[in-house]
């Protein structure tokens, strides 16, 4: 059983940034492919990043390339989101999560464990 808290949402105005962190339970986090989602009001959640157990493989979404950056800390169990440029359709409740394997997917439908999630809103 892994557990996922997600931390650093918050209020932005547009072109701000922020950074979301995740932490995970359990003592082999380098084991598990790490993924962050989104779900704005009225949407379907959606692919945002993830990144594999090692940190060498990851894959984005086309709305966030070159503004959003995934990162991990295997030391501290933490993944991270840092969110550059936000802009209003930004704005979204996030979840990190995860599955058992270190290889990195974009299928949510993979996903074995979620955490709660963090809302970010980004005010234009």
């Known amino acids: 059983q892994v557990q996922l808290v997600e931390s650093g949402g918050g209020l932005v105005q547009a072109g701000d940034s922020l950074r979301l962190s995740c932490a995970a339970s359990?003592?082999?986090?380098?084991?598990?492919?790490m993924t962050w989602t989104r779900q704005a009001p009225g949407k379907e959640r959606e692919f945002v990043a993830v990144i594999s157990g090692m940190g060498g493989t990851t894959y984005y979404a086309d709305s966030v390339k070159g503004r959003f950056t995934i990162s991990r800390d295997n030391a501290k169990n933490t993944v991270y989101l840092q969110m550059n440029s936000l802009k209003p359709e930004d704005t979204a409740v996030y979840y990190c999560a995860t599955r058992r394997s270190t290889v990195a997917t974009r299928n949510l439908n993979l996903l074995d464990y979620w955490g709660q999630g963090t809302q970010v809103t980004v005010s234009s």
């Open positions: 359990g003592r082999t986090f380098s084991n598990y492919a």
